[in-house]
């Protein structure tokens, strides 16, 4: 049986949905496992300079987000309704509409990046250390947009555990090159940039490959078929989603301008480390509600209304706790 299909027990919700949380707190790794190499073996100026850039990142993720929250919904749905057919051909689309648009931003990326930078907040003192970190993980925005497309689509598949392994094997390689590209190879803020990039391609070479050959589920890629409406509905269902990290990107940005006006490098340095944190804390109600949706879409599509409500019932269970042991945790 489809995991999509199984009754609703607490034990097997979170049985579905732990791989996406694991998943999700492996990506705030990303920026962490940078910060921690530049800042011990390149200088708090490079941290700060990690900072200054992650807005512009965040944007990329928000991309991402949208259209893999608002495209899974929808293949999630026609799954549910018996469209397979249907929702292989949405579900290529959006993947090909995300590569596109990793790639315009990958472009606009490298031919801006001296007057984002500046935008951005960058001093003189850390303006080429900005200026490169933007530049090499521009590079890697395409493969940025897949990754998360795909951590949200394996789930629709019915695949969790392979989102998750193939996330965990790129946070892995991050650390190890991280180090490689740091220490032994002098690389400084540069090889930071490249390693996490590496990161991401991992799992978007992942599902590429997957939805490319395996083909006994319900989801693999086959031609797409342009729909526009379908895409414009991805984006302004996911636009509540892109709404938030884009609220990220920004309340990091201000607090940047205002630490480097006040504290210069070492206060933008300090409020990496307090983000942190919040990331960790951010990435675990993420990963919930991204690896529950794909069940609420599917028994919308069913028109199963009793499973539905205990889904709902549960989830507000679940993140009532959460935030509670988040709350004490963080103080």
């Excluded at 590569?99 to 003189?124: C, E, K, N, W, Y």
């Excluded at 090159?177 to 991992?202: C, E, K």
Aim: a neutral charge; glycine letters at 10%.
């Amino acid at each position: 049986m489809n995991s999509l299909e199984r009754a609703i027990t607490p034990g097997h919700l979170l049985r579905f949905t732990l791989p996406t949380v694991v998943m999700l707190i492996f990506n705030s790794f990303y920026t962490m496992v940078d910060g921690a190499f530049v800042s011990n073996f390149v200088g708090t100026g490079a941290l700060s300079a990690v900072n200054i850039v992650y807005p512009a990142l965040n944007l990329v993720f928000a991309v991402g987000i949208m259209l893999a929250t608002g495209g899974s919904a929808i293949v999630g749905r026609q799954l549910g309704e018996g469209r397979h057919r249907e929702a292989r051909e949405n579900f290529s689309l959006v993947v090909a509409a995300g590569t596109v648009l990793g790639v315009l931003i990958a472009v606009g990326g490298v031919l801006f990046a001296s007057p984002l930078v500046r935008m951005l907040g960058a001093s003189d003192a850390i303006y080429a250390d900005c200026y490169d970190y933007l530049i090499y993980m521009s590079v890697f925005a395409p493969f940025a947009v897949l990754q998360m497309l795909f951590q949200y689509l394996f789930v629709t598949a019915g695949k969790p555990q392979l989102g998750l392994v193939s996330t965990v094997a790129g946070g892995v390689a991050n650390i190890v090159l991280d180090y490689v590209f740091i220490v032994p190879m002098h690389m400084g803020i540069r090889g930071a940039a490249v390693a996490t990039g590496i990161g991401f391609t991992i799992p978007a070479l992942t599902g590429l490959v997957y939805f490319s050959v395996c083909r006994s589920g319900n989801l693999y890629f086959t031609r797409p078929v342009w729909r526009g409406p379908i895409l414009l509905e991805s984006c302004t269902n996911g636009s509540s989603e892109m709404v938030t990290n884009l609220s990220i990107a920004v309340t990091t940005f201000l607090f940047n301008v205002e630490m480097m006006r006040w504290l210069g490098e070492d206060g933008v340095a300090a409020i990496t480390i307090v983000f942190y944190a919040d990331f960790l804390f951010v990435a675990v109600f993420l990963g919930y509600t991204s690896g529950v949706a794909p069940l609420f879409s599917y028994s919308y599509g069913a028109e199963d209304h009793d499973r539905l409500r205990k889904l709902f019932r549960l989830s507000m269970l679940f993140i009532g706790v959460g935030s509670a042991a988040a709350l004490i945790a963080s103080l």
